[in-house]
Structures are given as C-alpha cells and as structure tokens.
Nanobody, 114 residues
Framework: VQLVESGGGLVQPGGSLRLSCAAS????????MTWARQAPGKGLEWVSN???????NYADSMKGRFTISRDNAKSTVYLQMNNLKPEDTAVYYC?????????RGQGTQVTVSS
C-alpha cells in the first residue's frame, strides 16, 4: 500500500492550492478516502472524506472552501482548497478509509502566509 501526497506549498491568504494523493496497492475504487491535517503542535484533524459512490463530507470550517474529488481511473484523490487562511497551515495527509486514522502517506506541507 502506498499513498503519495503532493501539491502543497506556500500561498498567500485568500489563495488556492490543489492537493493530490496518488494511491496504489489496494482497490482504490472501492475505498473511501480521507484528507486529514496536522498543524504545528496540534493533533491530527479530519478535513474531508469521499466514499466510493462519490458521497462527500467536510469539517464545518472547510465547507464552502474545500472540495474533495476522486479519479478512480488514476487512483487519485484530490483536495481543492480555496480562500486559504493562515489557520489552514498544516501538513496534509490522505488516508485510506472514512476516518483520519487509516493508513496514510508522508504528507504535503501547506503554509498560508503573507
């Protein structure tokens, strides 16, 4: 099983980023996938998930700003993040399953700062 996140970086407040998570080694199309994040000095926070049938869920603070999607042909899950805020600064991980506690990748750093 392998999960490789990418797409992070430094962005100004109000900016956008699109994260990607390329998956391999399991049946991606049948798996729910989750994005989680960990800010400096804080615990792992659940951000969003997407089920195999396309149903999505978001943490309240991300609703209207973040959009999760998936491409089963590419075994990839995405997180489009708009109107980013300094408090969104964190390492973002994708995990297998509907919770933040599943197998995860190495993460990608997102820094929101002017």
């Amino acid at each position: 099983v392998q999960l490789v996140e990418s797409g992070g970086g430094l962005v100004q407040p109000g900016g956008s980023l699109r994260l990607s998570c390329a998956a391999s080694g399991f049946t991606f199309s049948r798996s729910a996938m989750t994005w989680a994040r960990q800010a400096p000095g804080k615990g792992l926070e659940w951000v969003s998930n997407i089920y195999s049938d396309g149903r999505t869920n978001y943490a309240d603070s991300m609703k209207g700003r973040f959009t999760i999607s998936r491409d089963n042909a590419k075994s990839t899950v995405y997180l489009q993040m708009n109107n980013l805020k300094p408090e969104d600064t964190a390492v973002y991980y994708c995990t297998i399953g509907p919770t933040r506690w599943g197998t995860r990748g190495q993460g990608t750093q997102v820094t929101v700062s002017s």
